[in-house]
């Protein structure tokens, strides 16, 4: 069997972090922003980790 290719949509999305975890950005943040605060605008800036039943599928089609 040959070798497994990374879903490159899902490399550029996601990061494994030391302890294997899965981090993901947030999501709301693309549009529409006139009507949202500033601080919930300032806290969707920062990343947080994915949940473990969606982090195995993010790791299966990162190859991890």
């Known amino acids: ?6 879903h490159k949509g899902a490399a550029k ?9 899965v981090k993901r950005p947030k999501a709301y943040k693309g549009h529409l922003t006139a009507k949202k605060s500033p601080t919930r605008k300032r806290n969707l800036r920062k990343s947080t980790v994915a949940y473990k039943a969606d982090a195995k599928k993010v790791k299966r089609v990162l190859n991890k």
């Open 1 to 6: 069997m040959g070798k497994l290719k990374t």
């Open 13 to 21: 999305r996601f990061k494994i972090t030391a302890s294997g975890k």
